[in-house]
């Protein structure tokens, strides 16, 4: 009798699994073991044997996947793989793939409605509204058409923004050294070096992914080269600017507020809350959500769709769309399709 294939999904508890998955799942007549994951400790012990990971926003470290010795994909039901060990999953020859476009539309109109927020002071105005005070403070208001945004990061999210932002008559500057200047143009924005995206922007977004050459890319060098009236907005990943350096920029006044989804220092997704001792929560001039710029129920179940089919297609025999290690492919016997 064939084995069946096993497939844990981590994340159960904060992002619990769908009807949808399960029936994609059982295409391949799959058992699947559903727990959240926080720790490599209860990873290893309930899923050492499995076939496949699907995975939210649990960290996979290289020796937990090395560990696995049945593991042929890990599926990320999101876009930045930045909490895998890519390397030691490439090395085990286990494919990792990844939905790039499941929440671009999200990100970019939760991007524009901080900056949005931001620029009409609604978070100022609400208090003041709720104090039953009419606030005769207009400082740091100005009609976007007259002012310039900067853009670091100019893949898919970064050109929906830019597409969004051309639409209230900003002034664009983009920095992405993956990028020519041609395609830039293209798109009727300007490429500029990184001084002058730093330099120049009255709003400045951080939308790149986390890599070791732009993880805390932002320090308090970058941010005093800023103007002291600019506006700091971060919906790419956390650890791509020092929190302890922001908060510090934003308490002294070297820059005026800042917007933030994502964080290094706070946990969103724990399962019983996060404490609210960092920094960020002791100022006024900034702007949090809870690392929501992803979500919407069209994106949810894109992400938990899409990435339970990756996983029947490996499981099936086939190479699955979006493989983020295509240097995998040489070490294993897929087919296309």
Request: aromatic share 6%.
């Amino acid at each position: 009798m064939e084995k069946r294939p096993v497939v844990a999904r981590l994340n159960a508890s904060t992002f619990p699994m769908s009807s949808e998955e399960k029936k994609i799942l059982s295409r391949v007549n799959a058992d699947i073991i559903e727990i959240e994951g926080e720790t490599d400790e209860e990873i290893l012990s309930l899923c050492r044997e499995v076939d496949a990971i699907m995975i939210v926003s649990s960290y996979l470290r290289g020796a937990v996947i090395k560990a696995m010795e049945n593991l042929k994909i890990i599926s990320r039901l999101g876009t930045g793989v930045d909490k895998i060990d890519m390397d030691e999953a490439t090395r085990q020859g286990i494919i990792v793939t990844n939905l790039p476009d499941f929440s671009t539309d999200e990100v970019a109109d939760h991007t524009m409605a901080l900056l949005l927020s931001v620029a009409r002071r609604l978070k100022y105005y609400e208090a003041m509204m709720r104090k039953g005070q009419r606030p005769g403070l207009i400082n740091g208001m100005h009609r976007l058409s007259v002012q310039k945004l900067g853009v670091i990061g100019f893949g898919r999210i970064g050109r929906a923004v830019v597409k969004r932002a051309k639409g209230f008559g900003m002034d664009i500057l983009v920095y992405d050294p993956a990028v020519s200047s041609e395609d830039v143009q293209n798109e009727g924005v300007r490429k500029v070096d990184f001084e002058t995206i730093l330099t120049e922007p009255d709003y400045l977004c951080l939308l790149c992914p986390l890599t070791d050459r732009t993880r805390g890319m932002i320090k308090m060098e970058e941010l005093k080269k800023m103007k002291p009236t600019a506006v700091l907005i971060n919906t790419g990943r956390g650890e791509l600017l020092s929190e302890h350096d922001l908060s510090e920029a934003l308490r002294t006044g070297v820059i005026r507020y800042a917007a933030v989804d994502v964080f290094g220092g706070i946990n969103v997704f724990a399962e019983t809350g996060f404490p609210v001792n960092h920094p960020y929560f002791s100022l006024d001039n900034i702007l949090l959500t809870p690392h929501v710029s992803a979500l919407s129920e069209e994106s949810l179940k894109d992400a938990r769709t899409g990435g339970a089919e990756a996983v029947v297609k490996t499981l099936s025999g086939k190479y699955p769309a979006h493989i983020v290690n295509p240097g995998v492919q040489s070490g294993i016997k897929l087919v296309q399709g």
